[in-house]
């Protein structure tokens, strides 16, 4: 896997191929903290399933677990707001806060392979 810079910031590396085994060489190679509660989810809800309908949304949520742990900077970003609205007292202000998290969460998962 190569890098890439986004926004002139650091370089971020980029997102493997779609399958279960390239995003967790990748989880495991570029954001390692990620790796046991991947591997524990795996586990519990993929490896000895005799249905395979789990596997889309477990990926799902992995894909976009991992494209914000690979930017550093967005995810403290994201992790801010987040932290920041639950000390927010204006209701107004801390859904805003929320829902500014969810789009860099959403946009972030969107990553399509080698970007």
Known sequence: ???????????????????????????????????????????????????????????ARWWGEYALARNPGLEARVHRLEDEATEESDYVRAKAMIEEAGRIRRAAAKAEPGE
């Open 1 to 59: 896997m190569s890098t890439a810079p986004l926004e002139d910031g650091p370089t971020v590396p980029p997102m493997p191929e779609r399958t279960p085994k390239s995003l967790r060489a990748a989880i495991a190679q570029y954001a390692p903290q990620l790796l046991v509660d991947f591997d524990r989810h795996w586990r519990r809800d993929i490896a000895d399933a005799y249905d395979l309908a789990p596997v889309p949304a477990f990926m």
